[in-house]
């Protein structure tokens, strides 16, 4: 189980290093709203 530090971390890391504060903090709070797995579902729901 991966902890919300290192979770947060992965996320900043991805990020181009040109990134602004802003994208930065909108990638996170992305990530916050929807879950990998939430996503997923409602995509699924969308194809049916």
């Given amino acids: ?3 919300t530090k ?6 900043i890391e991805e990020q181009p290093d040109d990134s602004s504060y802003e994208e930065i903090l909108r ?3 992305f990530a916050r709203m929807i ?4 996503m997923k579902k ?3 729901s969308w194809q049916t």
């Fill in 6 to 11: 290192e979770y947060m971390t992965k996320i």
């Fill in 1 to 3: 189980m991966i902890s």
């Fill in 27 to 29: 990638e996170l709070a």
């Fill in 35 to 38: 879950s990998d797995d939430e």
């Fill in 42 to 44: 409602r995509i699924k």
